[in-house]
Every structure is written in C-alpha cells, then in structure tokens.
C-alpha cells in the first residue's frame, strides 16, 4: 500500500521547497495539489467561466481533464496532451485561484484525482486541504507556517525567478493575506491545522532545518532505505 506524507499551509509557507526536497531523500514522488486548482482556474478563463459565479464554475469543472504521470521524482500534469508550464503561474491566475477552489465540485474533483495518484507509489502531497480531507488518515502530516513577511517576501523572489514579477512586495503580501483569508473561512474544506498534524513555523529555519524535522517526525520504517 502506497505511503502519503501529507504537506498543508498558507503560500509561501516553504511547502513546495520542503516536499521536493523530502520527496528527493525518500524516493517520494512529489504531488503539487495547488496545480490542479491552478489548471481548473486556467482553463475557467480560457473558455470565458466567470469565475464568481460558482455554478458555472462546477459545470464546468466537469469537462476539465487532466492528465497525470511520473516524471523526474514528481507528479507531471498534461492538458490536452501539453504541460501548462508557467502559464498557471501569473498573478491573474493567483487572483482567480481562490474564488474557483472555494467551489465544492472542483474540490471533488481534485480530491478523486489526488487520491487516484497513490496507484504511481509512495506521494509526498501539499496543499491546503490535504492532512484534512484528502489524505486525513496519514501517520504523516504536517502544517507549514510562517510570517507574512517571510511568506510574501519568498513569493516574490519565485516570480523574479520565473521572470513574471510585475507586483510590488506590498502587493504580494496584499494578496497572499486575501487568499490566506478566503482559503480559511471557505465552507468546504478550509484550510487550517489538522488534529494531530505537526506544525512547524518556517519562517526562522533554514530549508535544510524543516526538511530535517519532517524526517525526523516521520515513521521509523519510512526511513529505511533512505537515500
């Protein structure tokens, strides 16, 4: 039976750069759930879905397929046969992102792919729901935090990197502290602290320090044979 160590936390949390990196020790293939969500918002614009109105969005995201498969120690996402790329990294998809996954057939949805993805193997998966909903039975489950400053300043050195900055670090924290605020008190799956999931504030650690204190929290026979 496949293992799952389960990631959630608010943006910029390190969840993305910790589950790589745990992943890559343990032979984990790492699972990206936000992408899915990103891909569901992407493909709502696309096709002209007002993403305010939560009944189209559901009907919609009945249509919406994608694609997944290993590859390079992660799960990769194709739609209609291509990679999304960059494209589902913009600040008009970040916008967008949280009006679509407050809808409860998108959630459903993504949840079903997610939970299919244990046929690939052993998965680290992050997210916002994922020690909660998708994955609640885990021995595995952690919950990243950090400061805003920390979390905004991390999300604006990505998209310099990405090349796609056109906000100000104010306008980061702006709307990382907006999402952290619709993705908390949404109906369906919100996120927060999961019973028994161990929290670890990132904002004073270095990378190496929280992908050492996921490891050290996990099962002892998950560590066996570790690379």
């Not at 193997?121 to 039975?137: K, N, Q, S, W, Y």
């Not at 805003?148 to 990405?162: G, H, L, P, W």
């Not at 796609?164 to 949404?186: G, H, P, W, Y």
Request: charged fraction near 25%; charge should be neutral; hydrophobic fraction near 40%.
């Amino acid at each position: 039976m496949s293992r799952v160590i389960a990631i959630d936390g608010p943006s910029g949390a390190g969840k993305s750069s910790v589950s790589k990196r745990v992943g890559a020790q343990l032979g984990f293939l790492h699972v990206d759930s936000g992408a899915l969500y990103r891909i569901m918002t992407w493909q709502c614009l696309l096709h002209h879905i007002d993403t305010a109105n939560p009944d189209d969005v559901a009907a919609f995201a009945q249509t919406v397929n994608v694609t997944c498969l290993p590859q390079n120690g992660a799960i990769a996402y194709f739609v209609n046969g291509q990679p999304p790329g960059d494209a589902i990294r913009t600040p008009e998809i970040n916008a967008h992102a949280s009006p679509v996954a407050t809808v409860k057939a998108v959630r459903d949805r993504v949840t079903a792919w997610l939970r299919d993805l244990t046929r690939f193997g052993d998965l680290i998966v992050e997210g916002r729901d994922i020690t909660t909903a998708v994955f609640p039975d885990s021995p595995a489950r952690f919950y990243l935090v950090a400061s805003a400053e920390a979390r905004a300043e991390r999300r604006r050195k990505e998209e310099i990197e990405k090349g796609i900055a056109n906000q100000s670090a104010d306008a980061v924290k702006r709307s990382l502290l907006a999402r952290d605020a619709i993705d908390s008190t949404r109906k369906y799956a919100p996120l927060r602290k999961a019973d028994g999931a161990l929290e670890i504030d990132s904002t004073n650690l270095t990378l190496d320090e929280v992908v050492q204190t996921v490891i050290d929290a996990l099962p002892k026979e998950w560590k066996r044979g570790r690379a």
